[in-house]
């Protein structure tokens, strides 16, 4: 990640390294992204919030500069809870013990479990464009599932998706950039762009990828039903894509309503990619959002 005034750093957070960029000056706040994607995609939205903030974005395990290592047959090395660990300790190696949580897509689960199982630290919860994992699978149906197509092929056993993957990795991951709503080519940055493909390409993060998937389906999928009564208790900002699969398939509020104990919301007229067509706004939305809940 590129971006003026931010320098780019890795740390030892245990049986990996993180690999995150830092800037700013003011309340910590930790930016995490999505599937398919890596830290470069807070490019364009961080630098705004590093106006107020010091500002750090992290790559989850098994994406783009971040450790990638092989699953292991519990899958537990890549289930949310091993991700936001890796986060927890790296906002404390940084010094903060508490601070804002923004997380997109696969960054939003992971920020939600860091949530539950380190309330103390998060002063703020935003999600982005996601249902919580337990109802994608429960409540699952002929729509759903054939827009959350990945969901299903990237948590078959190892090597079977990696292998299909890597035959064309840009054909693959650039479908899943191209879909879940009102995306094209032109609404990502071609520097981003090339970012996340040279990410992609490596065969490591495909496995890493595939990985995090299967971990949802089985061991985040156990977590998750284990807290259903619990509710996160920090203030969550419910953010999503108006145009987008997600808003459109479920009501995102009433289901962020039932996990957390007071929601704020907010939506863009984009898809799930949002924060790509729309950075300037996306950082507005947070900054206000952020400055009411100092």
Request: charged share 20%.
């Amino acid at each position: 990640m590129q971006v003026a005034g931010f320098t780019n750093e890795e740390a030892n957070v245990g049986d990996v390294s993180i690999a995150y960029s830092i800037g700013g000056n003011g309340p910590p706040v930790l930016l995490l992204h999505g599937f398919p994607q890596n830290r470069a995609e807070w490019t364009h939205v961080a630098p705004i919030l590093a106006q107020r903030y010091t500002v750090v974005c992290a790559d989850l395990r098994g994406y783009g500069d971040s450790g990638k290592p092989r699953c292991l047959p519990d899958n537990s090395n890549y289930s949310f809870r091993a991700l936001a660990q890796d986060q927890m300790t790296l906002m404390r190696k940084l010094g903060f013990e508490r601070f804002h949580l923004v997380g997109h897509d696969r960054g939003a689960r992971t920020a939600y479990r860091l949530a539950l199982d380190h309330p103390e630290a998060v002063q703020t919860l935003t999600v982005m464009d996601i249902v919580p994992t337990y109802s994608m699978f429960m409540d699952t149906n002929r729509l759903s599932s054939a827009a959350y197509w990945h969901w299903y092929f990237l948590q078959l056993p190892a090597p079977f998706p990696e292998r299909m993957i890597a035959n064309d990795p840009d054909f693959f991951y650039e479908t899943c950039l191209l879909s879940w709503g009102a995306t094209s080519v032109s609404d990502f940055d071609q520097d981003m762009l090339a970012s996340y493909r040279e990410s992609w390409r490596n065969p490591e993060m495909i496995h890493g990828s595939c990985s995090d998937y299967r971990a949802g389906a089985t061991i985040d999928l156990e977590h998750d039903t284990e807290n259903l009564g619990k509710k996160v208790d920090c203030v969550t900002l419910v953010f999503y894509g108006s145009n987008g699969t997600a808003g459109k398939l479920f009501n995102l509020p009433a289901e962020w309503a039932k996990r957390c104990s007071d929601t704020e919301l907010a939506t863009l007229p984009g898809g799930h990619f949002f924060i790509d067509q729309f950075p300037k706004e996306t950082a507005e939305i947070l900054m206000d959002f952020l400055g009411k809940h100092a």
